[in-house]
């Protein structure tokens, strides 16, 4: 057991790919947490998903043992996070269990979005803030102009700041020695109360919904019962432990301790990341402070292509918001696909990732519908009903407004692309607000866009038109009134309810235009002409048509072209078990979320 | 275990020039000198097999290219008779050779007779000289008149000849008259085969570059449509997707590829399929000399197939000939999928597909979704 004053709980933020995971790395070599044998790059990345993207997903907690100069023995517990825009709620559960936070900036790139929204977070939180740049070991590196950046937004003075590789290990022994000396210990307040605050989860098949906890007040241990303050089912419990690398048991956690805890907890729905655990037998009377509401930014259906497989659906998903508390979801049924689920995402990427686990770790294979943001429309009879999927646009006599999302936008960029994002966020109905200088090459705009405009090509837009060079950052800012339209699409005359979308009046017409032919594209061959059309309200407003197929063999055959026409007809086989018939018509998963591959200029 | 009629396929990888769609294993041209050593490397690959030759019936025998009229055909001679030592010949009624018009000399064709040929595949292609030159062929109209010629002076009493439809600038009416001009012919066999746009050949640079625009699927079914009237008016029984013959005249050969029978295979870039594995041998023709002059087997890799590959491929192929699949030939541990399959697909396919007394075939329009069906019975 390790007396409260040292131990260090600290987390590593920063922007995507700023070598986060790198660091942590080096800290679990130095300390020895790992085995060389067990060591590999960004180690804590431990999803197959998180090693084929080279991105964190999930925050990742671990503990170390430090040995100082003094030979005193500290554990730290670390927690690496992710860095893209979609998991900042990831982050911020990870900030509320540490005293610290490891900012590390990318000594090419410099002060990015993520960098300055990351460091907001940990500023609300109260944390104490080690600002590292990283990668100083690259040519491009830039260090004094960002350590200018840094000094700018933390308010910090340059010696502050530790200046290292996370790659060549250099800064290492300057980073443990600022972590024990800068962070402070959590308080010992192992007499009070137990509160232990849930800050994250996942599920195991055998062990069930484990919690991860941040212990603030009082002892946890095995035989103890544990309640809850947002239900009122207990739990037994019958192992507590700490991360290091898989859970290891250990007699208690104590205030100021990272851990897990098992209590054999088989529905999902009792453990809630920002709920509080207190024992029944000396309860606290108050939840310590819980997480603010994850509101979803994009919604999307999610329909099992076998429509056999709905349960199962049901249950991955259920499983899947364990580990992922930012998960929504409720059942929906679209006349084209059949039964399925509403699901909203914090963003595309975030929308991506959860298709691709469900498919991979749960077997399933799905359809997936156009995203879609959440309206709120008020009816002539004055109520307000919230959409988030075109289908469920009342008809358009009945609206009397319809107000989309906005969201805050901050885009960082050097000083040379201001002009080109400056036309692209105008293009994309951004209101201009103001532009500050991070540095004196380096700026920060602020707009105010249409949250519907970002999840559809704004990033790859905004990274082009930068040569990759700006960042984004957004938060849901509140609702104003637009000029919103529903743009029908008409397969073989029948409306197909899972192609419909929602844009601006002032785009209707060229997106009508452009999903026609891009769906002429998408849509295979039938054995009949079938005409597409796009419509607004009762006016078609564009069409196409898929030529029936009147032949398809192939020419030749001779030895070699068996093997390779079974795998062609196969992969093709495969494919069309992606399909989904929409009347007689076999749509394939690419025509469903043929909007976002349509340019919309 | 009774055994079963069998193919063997020689891989000639050698041509006068390359054709700009051609896919196939060739080299535009050769080295005299560096013959005997290719031939050599052959003999020896064919000597490899010998042990496992007496498991098969060999009754059809393929020589495949590449353009095999154009070499020596003392060659052919030699590899007729290595292959005589090693195996049972005695079976073997039906042996092809490929020719190209043009590219044979008629005392040529009489030797190729005399050691045993006695079927020819002539790559005419097209009647029309602009076509050809398009197709970037090495012969005008005249040279297929004059090697048909000499074919029949030489004795040969079964000719195919190999055509292509779907060219760019080919209409109707010139696709029309290659076919009264091959039934003009009076051959035995006819394959009309529709140009593919292979991967990694110039075509495919050509038409990516949008420099060639290929004509849509309904011209090509047009032409389709018209060569199995025109054909089966004048005689021509179609008795496969692509291949149209006299009674009697059926290729032999191919019907190994369609029924999933096996089929030894010798040269460069050559697939075989024996023992439910198939096997393709490295296309680099000097690698192949070497790998051999090295005792070391040219083949570059392997797959055992599966039962449920050994379905799939039966159903692909079994069902374009006219008579079908025999179900029964399909695994027993992947009857009851297939039955499924088909079961699902007679809704859709019903038109064109008839399933009775165990056997699984298309109509005569059916031919024409082949593919497509083949692709929805995938199990
Ligand atoms: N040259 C150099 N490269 C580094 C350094 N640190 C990290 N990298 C590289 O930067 C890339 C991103 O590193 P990660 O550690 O995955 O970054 P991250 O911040 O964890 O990324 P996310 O978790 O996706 O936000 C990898 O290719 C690393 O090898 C460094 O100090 N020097
Ligand atoms: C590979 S060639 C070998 C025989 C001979 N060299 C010749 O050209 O006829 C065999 C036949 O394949 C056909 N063929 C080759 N490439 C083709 C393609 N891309 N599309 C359709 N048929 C093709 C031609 O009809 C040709 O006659
Ligand atoms: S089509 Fe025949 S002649 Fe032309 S390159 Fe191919 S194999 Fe040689
Ligand atoms: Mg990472």
Partial sequence: MTETSFIRNFCIIAHIDHGKSTLADRLLEETETLKAKDMKDQVLDSMDLERERGITIKSHPIQMKYVDSKKDIYTFNLIDTPGHVDFTYEVSRSLAACEGALLLVDAAQGVEAQTVSNTYLAIENDLEIIPIINKIDLPSARTNEVAQQIVELVGCSTDEIIYASAKTGKGIIDIFT????????????????????????????YKGAIPYVRIFDGVIKSGQTAKFFTHDKQYDITEVGHFILDQVPSKELRSGDVGYLLASIRDVSHILPGDTITSKDNPS???????????????????????????QLRIALEKLKLNDASLLFEPETSEALGFGFRCGFLGLLHMEIIQERLEREFDLSLVTTTPNVRYKVELKNETLVDVDTPAKMPLSGEINKIYEPIVSAEIITPKEYIGNIMTLCQKKRGKYKTTNYISSDKAQLHYDLPLAEIIFDFYDKLKSTSRGFASLDYNLKDYEISDLKKLEILINNEPVDALSIITHSADSYHRGVALCSKLKELIPRQMFDVPIQAALGTKIISRSTVKALKKNVTAKCYGGDITRKRKLWEKQKEGKKRMKSIGSVEIPQEALLAVLQIDSE | MAKTNSGIYIHIPFCTIKCFYCDYSSTAGYDEDRLPLFFNSLSKEIEFYKDIAHNFIFDTIFIGGGTPSIINPKYIENIFNVLSINFDLSHATEITLEINPGEVALENLKTLKNIGVNRLSVGVQSFNNKILHFLTRNHKKRDIFRTIENARKSGFENINCDMIYNIPNQNQSTWKKDLTALIDLDIEHISCYSLVVERETELYQLVKSKDIKMPDNDNSCYLYK????????????????TSWSKRNFECKHNYHYWNIDPCISFGPSAHGFYNGKRYWNVKNIDKYIDFISNERSPVESSEKLSDKDIANELLGFGIRTIEGLDLTKIPESKKNDVYFSIQNNLKKWGNFLIYCDQQLKLTKNGFLFADAIAVDLMI
């Fill in chain 1, 285 to 311: 009377k108050e939840p310590l402070e819980g997480f603010k509401d994850i509101k979803p930014m994009v919604f999307s259906g999610l329909y099992p292509t076998n429509s056999d497989d709905y349960d």
């Fill in chain 2, 226 to 241: 018209s060569a199995q009237e025109i054909l089966g008016k004048k005689g021509f029984f179609q008795y496969e997707v």
């Fill in chain 1, 178 to 205: 600022s972590i024990i000396e800068r962070i402070p210990p959590p308080q010992d307040r192992s007499k009070h109360p137990l509160r232990a605050m849930i800050f994250d989860s996942v599920h195991d098949k």
